[in-house]
Antibody, heavy 115, light 106 residues
Framework: VQLQQSGAELVRPGASVKISCKAFGYTFTNHHINWVKQRPGQGLDWIGYINPYNDYTSYNQKFKGKATLTVDKSSSTAYMELSSLTSEDSAVYYC?????????WGQGTTLTVSS | QIVLSQSPAILSASPGEKVTMTCRASSSVSYMHWYQQKPGSSPKPWIYATSNLASGVPARFSGSGSGTSYSLTISRVEAEDAATYYCQQWSSNPPTFGAGTKLELK
């Protein structure tokens, strides 16, 4: 099992960005994909999850309107789009598979929001 | 949401020492998971469902607890255990993480 995330992003304030998470080694539709934010030197903040089987999503209230989760079943890839970016969105973003816990994590995507 | 409070924030230990870190929940939870994170790396599952060691985790680690109080214990600390340990619950939405305990080796 492996989750491979897209590379680091440098984007301007006010812009949007879409991060990908490609799954290998298991049946993609069998497990929810979660997204977690970690600001420099800080803890872990759950953003939300998507069920690749039926596209159902659930979001942490604090990220509603900020994050949009989608999947492409044909390529076993999950996506997270972040909109109206500010410096507060600069962080490492992880995707993580959920079995009964977050059992596999991507390597992380570093997002830097700067003009 | 359930707030998880981890203590101590920083734990300094000598090799061979026994250490315990705790995680207290603002409301009762059914179980607790723990993750280990080293600088520049993703979190790794470490202990799941309170007391089960994830694959590859040394037997010197153990987890226990119930209700609002959980703990992770290392029977004899080794240099490779230096890391930050996070507790996590999903007994109620949203899932939440503690702020972490950073284990430093003397």
């Amino acid at each position: 099992v492996q989750l491979q995330q897209s590379g680091a992003e440098l984007v301007r304030p006010g812009a949007s960005v879409k991060i990908s998470c490609k799954a290998f080694g298991y049946t993609f539709t069998n497990h929810h994909i979660n997204w977690v934010k970690q600001r420099p030197g800080q803890g872990l903040d759950w953003i939300g999850y998507i069920n690749p089987y039926n596209d159902y999503t659930s979001y942490n209230q604090k990220f509603k309107g900020k994050a949009t989760l989608t999947v492409d079943k044909s390529s076993s890839t999950a996506y997270m789009e972040l909109s109206s970016l500010t410096s507060e969105d600069s962080a490492v973003y992880y995707c993580a598979r959920h079995g009964n816990y977050f059992d596999y994590w991507g390597q992380g995507t570093t997002l830097t929001v700067s003009s | 949401q359930i707030v998880l409070s981890q203590s101590p924030a920083i734990l300094s230990a000598s090799p061979g020492e026994k250490v315990t870190m705790t995680c207290r929940a603002s409301s009762s939870v059914s179980y607790m998971h723990w993750y280990q994170q080293k600088p520049g790396s993703s979190p790794k599952p470490w202990i799941y469902a309170t007391s089960n060691l994830a694959s590859g985790v040394p037997a010197r680690f153990s987890g226990s607890g119930s209700g609002t109080s959980y703990s992770l214990t290392i029977s004899r600390v080794e240099a490779e255990d230096a890391a930050t340990y996070y507790c996590q619950q999903w007994s109620s939405n949203p899932p939440t993480f503690g702020a972490g305990t950073k284990l430093e080796l003397k």
